[in-house]
């Protein structure tokens, strides 16, 4: 066992790891921040991604040895400092863009990691970068729009509401 | 103007702030104090006798607190089958046990042979490779056909033959359909696979069983939909626990899609498990696991003929099907293929003849069940196949041949034993084409040609049974179970509104959706009535969500027992008005007398109802709570039309879905944000089967597809924005709503719509293909367009 720190959600965290413990199960087993999901073992399906150090990681496919050191932000992590929703979580609730909810954390923090670098993406960009989010509910209509609109694109064209 | 609350209204659904923020409750996030993890050691084989099991090794591996075999199941019931079919002959289906854990035999990859519980899940796993098993592998039946021949292997040795049963219906049709035959003018045949499928919610299964020493309780935490149907199958048919020392618990679900309406062997193991070791045992699986566990959906091979006269009138279907139902029996898959795809044959058309054939078939195999629309895909794919197949061979539109022989009088009996109360198929048919813009497609399609594409439209109509069902016609049809819901109206004191409902919320949304019908028909604001559902302890009793049966059935339920509150509350107000209870009238959350302007607020009646100081004691008791079951009269009757375009790429065969509409008759809609949502989810399902999803099985056995890198799952940019429109409504006539149920009419409506574009496709490029297999991967078009 060896011991990790590392900040999550602002705050430093540590514990005991074995070198095969993944950064997920580090994340819900030990620090009990289960809005991370774990909804595949091929680092497909997203429902695992956080941020480490500002980027869009599948907390699957690292080590929580790998992450010593590293800033870590969570689903539980992306509301506004006052406790509200973000704008990105809130456009999802506006725009009906989850069902189940299992891939939903997955979903926002993808967004949000598109919208940091392309602050007005195109649908095509949008369906493109959640490649490797998938969600089995809403046939990602309503996910693409809400994720147009939070960046501040007239989404009233689009099919249906 | 839309509606801003209430019925018709689309507020924003309550239940997503806590899965937005990561506050959602998921099985697997439920862990208990001295909790253990169980790891099933499943069979890599698909077919095999089990020479030995030697534990002793793993046993002394560290962490590891116990080893079960099936020798430790002796005594302990199989998993029952809630559905028994009645063959041609008269004769019951043919009926396997299935046990817990492998006794014997191990008949499919992944059936579980030993479960190892450890202090952790990293333990029980590396305890499990330590485990010696010796199987003798034997030859394993695959397909369908083969598993029927004389000396084909037996999945199961007490059986006479891998035959489940051979159904026909309605067999004293026969010898008629197979005149109009003869008589017709034309006959159009199709052979088509219904492609086999895994319903894939993105939360995998989840099971934690705890059993409490000191009440003698055990509690099962399952990612269900029907928490019930769990305590009743497993309590009763498996573990022999009765209901009062069993709680079964269902939280958040994230996804069912029919798949997790089955009482699985390791909610029976962790149940069973927690109260021998006397801990918390929980079993979380991997989703390779659940491509090898959980049950799967479709697999159906089919024959299907369409006899029309001179005229184009439809003058009888034929079918002759073969339906994989996998190594054992799943929970309802008998139903599957028969009463729930046999009755939908007739489709949208007055068809006069028809006639069904079901081979059921056991093979080494996942077990398969239910999976969104169960059974009524799998009809209107062959059905709406064959009408466009027969449309091309007689050189007529294919939509006006569906308009020719539209039912158009309701109610509608058909020759397959169900009635139809409404319906209005021309007025979806023409909602889809104004939606679609169909008017446009010669010009979209010159577009595409231009671009070296060539683009098709497809078409089909769908029928479709839900709000699942009359107890006394599926127990006469073999269902061992009623199919009715509950619901319990808990007013409070301060007139906040509990509801106790047996449906399951795993997606649905019916946290916002059921309070929007009680804040309707009390008058007041929605933000005062909660759901509660998903535990058996703290609910009536209820069948739970699938088939599109919950607004339906358990909707009606409530409403049956909200009114209840309302008739008892009038009582009370009247006492409070000094009138007479007739002439009290409930509106906008106040009760009045008629024609003065006495009038008493909810609140003033429901803490009187709590605090009955000036009350009508002599004549009603305190409190005000009111239970209902309904059980409903008939199966609700959704029905559409749908179109698609696609593009296909002739260089590469890969086909891109252009465009695509849904036009739908859900009957009255109680929040159309959310049915939009269902359709949108519904629609992917559909265009994952036509064009990406396949479980496939080598002659082996072994599952060729069982992770996220072999089957393709739909991806964002697979799919297009959907236009979907309900407008179209003929209320259902025999529930209080007068909903049909919205939840599968995508994945029902979608599949035959992308197939017959591809065909159109092919067809306007100069290749007359008159049928390809799903899914369309750009192999098998390419295939299609090169031979």
């Avoid at chain 2, 519904?682 to 994952?688: K, L, T, V």
Wanted: aromatic residues 6%; glycine residues 10%.
């Amino acid at each position: 066992m060896t011991k990790v720190t590392m900040t999550v959600n602002g705050k430093s965290v540590s514990g005991e790891v074995e070198g095969r413990t993944l950064l997920v199960d580090f994340l819900r087993d030990a620090q009990r921040l289960t809005g991370t999901h774990v909804g595949c073992d091929t680092s497909q399906c997203g429902a695992c991604t956080v941020h480490v150090d500002g980027l869009q990681v599948k907390s699957c496919t690292m080590f929580a040895l790998e992450a010593d050191g590293a800033t870590v932000t969570t689903i539980e992590g992306m509301g506004n400092a006052d406790g509200t929703m973000s704008a990105l979580q809130a456009s999802f609730q506006e725009h009906h863009g989850l069902q189940c909810g299992f891939c939903t954390p997955g979903m926002i923090m993808a967004a949000s990691s598109l919208l940091k670098v392309n602050p007005k993406p195109t649908e095509a960009e949008i369906r493109h970068h959640l490649e490797g989010n998938i969600c089995r509910c809403t046939g990602y209509h309503n996910i693409v729009k809400a994720i147009m609109a939070a960046s501040g694109q007239d989404v009233s064209a689009i099919a249906a509401e | 103007m839309p509606k801003d609350h209430g019925i018709g209204a689309s507020p924003k659904r309550r239940e997503d702030v806590r899965f937005l923020t990561g506050k959602g409750q998921y099985t697997d996030d439920i862990n208990l104090h001295g909790q253990t993890y169980v790891h099933f050691l499943r069979s890599d084989v698909a077919h095999g006798i089990i020479k030995s099991i030697d534990t002793s090794a793993a046993e002394n591996m560290p962490g590891v607190v116990r080893i079960f075999t099936g020798a430790d199941f002796e005594g302990v019931g199989g998993l029952p089958c809630g559905w028994q079919i009645t063959d041609r002959h008269g004769q019951p289906m043919q009926e396997p046990g299935h046990p817990v854990l492998a006794r014997g035999k191990v008949r499919h990859v992944g059936d579980p042979i030993a479960a190892i519980i450890a202090e952790t899940k990293e333990q029980a796993r590396d305890a499990a490779e330590a485990i010696e098993l010796d199987i003798e592998e034997l030859p394993a039946v695959v397909d369908m056909v083969s598993a029927l021949a004389p000396d084909a292997p037996k999945v199961h040795d007490e059986l006479t033959s891998n035959l489940c049963y051979d159904w026909g219906f309605v067999e004293e049709n026969k010898a008629a359909v197979d005149e109009a035959f003869e008589k017709a003018a034309h006959v159009t045949t199709l052979e088509l696979i219904n492609n086999r499928l895994v319903a894939n919610p993105m939360e995998p299964r989840v099971a934690v069983g705890d059993y409490n020493q000191a009440n003698d309780e055990s509690t099962l935490y399952t990612t269900s939909q029907n928490p019930h149907v769990i305590r009743l199958l497993m309590g009763a048919f498996v573990l022999g626990i009765p209901e009062h020392k069993l709680r079964v618990v269902a939280p958040d679900v994230g996804g069912g899609f029919g798949t997790k309406i089955f009482h699985y062997a390791e909610e029976a193991f962790v149940t069973f498990a927690s109260r021998q070791i006397r801990r918390p045992v929980k079993w979380t699986s991997t989703r390779s696991e659940a491509f090898m566990s959980d049950a799967h959906g479709r697999d159906h091979k089919t024959k299907i003929e369409l006899a029309l006269d001179a005229d184009n009138n439809f003058m009888a279907i034929r079918t002759d099907t073969y339906a994989n139902m996998g190594a054992y029996l799943s929970t309802f898959a008998p139903s599957v293929p028969t009463w729930l795809h046999g009755t939908l044959m007739a489709g949208n058309y007055k068809t006069p003849l028809i006639y069904v054939n079901v081979k059921a078939v056991f093979t080494n195999t996942v077990p398969v069940d239910a999976y969104r629309g169960a059974g009524r895909p799998e009809a209107t794919f062959q059905l709406e196949r064959l009408v466009d197949k027969a449309a091309r061979e007689l050189g007529v539109d294919p939509i006006a041949l569906r308009r020719q022989n539209f039912i158009t009088q309701f109610p509608y009996a058909t020759p397959v034993a169900v009635e139809y109360d409404t319906g209005d198929y021309i007025a979806t048919m023409d909602r889809m084409e104004e939606i679609m813009d169909l008017s446009g497609f010669e010009a979209r399609r010159k577009a595409s040609e231009a671009k070296g594409k060539w683009r098709g439209l497809g078409v089909n109509c769908y029928i479709e049974a839900c709000g699942i069902a009359p107890s006394n016609l599926v127990g006469q049809l073999g269902a061992r179970a009623g199919l009715y819901d509950a619901a319990t109206v808990r007013v409070n004191a301060t007139g906040s509104i509990s509801v106790m409902v047996g449906a399951h919320s795993h997606g649905q949304g019916h946290e916002t959706t059921f309070p929007q019908v009680i804040a309707e028909m009390i008058g007041i604001d929605e933000s005062q009535v909660d759901i509660v559902h998903g535990d058996s302890s703290k609910i009536p009793f209820g069948m739970g969500t699938y088939g599109s049966r919950s607004l339906a059935v358990c909707g009606s339920a409530m409403v049956r027992a909200a009114e209840k509150v309302i008739r008892k509350a009038k009582k009370i107000a009247a006492h409070l008005l000094e009138a007479s209870e007739a002439d009290i009238e409930l509106k906008d959350g106040k009760f009045s007398v008629a024609g003065t302007d006495k009038e008493c607020a909810w609140g003033d009646v429901t803490l009187a109802a709590y605090v009955p100081h000036n009350y009508p004691l002599e004549d009603i008791e305190p409190g005000l709570e009111e239970t209902a079951f309904y059980d409903p009269a008939n199966f609700t009757y959704p029905s559409g039309a749908y179109a698609c375009e696609v593009e296909v790429d002739p260089e590469t065969g890969k086909v891109t879905i252009e465009k695509f509409a849904a036009a739908d008759d859900f009957g009255n809609v109680v929040n159309p944000m959310i049915v939009e949502g269902q359709v949108h989810g519904g629609i992917a399902q559909g265009i994952g089967q036509a064009l990406l999803e396949a479980a496939v099985y080598d002659e082996n056995g072994q599952l060729q597809s069982a992770s996220y890198m072999d089957y393709a799952m739909p991806r964002a940019d697979d799919v297009p924005f959907y236009i979907v429109d309900h407008s179209c409504c003929t209320p259902c006539t025999h529930n209080p709503l007068g909903v049909k149920g919205c939840g599968e009419a995508g994945a029902i409506g979608s599949p035959p719509a992308v197939v017959n574009a591809v065909i159109d496709a092919l067809a306007s490029g100069g290749k007359n293909v008159p049928h390809i297999d799903m899914p369309l991967t750009p192999h098998r078009v390419w295939k299609a367009i090169n031979q």
